[in-house]
């Protein structure tokens, strides 16, 4: 897979903000498909920096109610990405 094919968006919490400040860690909607090894090398291409760590986790579906009718978000994946404390990726930088 195309390195932006793996990293989908970044995800901008309040708890992905603390943990950017707090810890140095990212966190991105991976495809599905992806592991952590393409996780890895995908954000040390995109962004040039050096990956220590990456969390994967499948993020379970949610209900959302539409008046009496009830649907299902979909099944997504989530990557939290540690990084060394001299480097910083910069789209998240002024978030």
Do not use: C
Not at 5 to 25: A, G, V
């Amino acid at each position: 897979m195309h390195v932006y094919e793996i990293l989908k968006r970044p995800i901008t919490t309040e708890k992905s903000n603390r943990l950017k400040d707090d810890l140095r860690q990212y966190a991105f909607e991976v495809d599905l498909r992806a592991n952590k090894s393409q996780v890895k090398s995908a954000v040390e291409t995109a962004f040039s920096v050096q990956v220590l760590n990456v969390n994967v986790m499948r993020v379970a579906r949610r209900r959302k109610h539409y008046g009496r009718r009830v649907k299902y978000a979909s099944i997504w994946k989530k990557a939290i990405v540690t990084i060394p404390a001299n480097q910083r990726i910069e789209l998240f930088e002024g978030v």
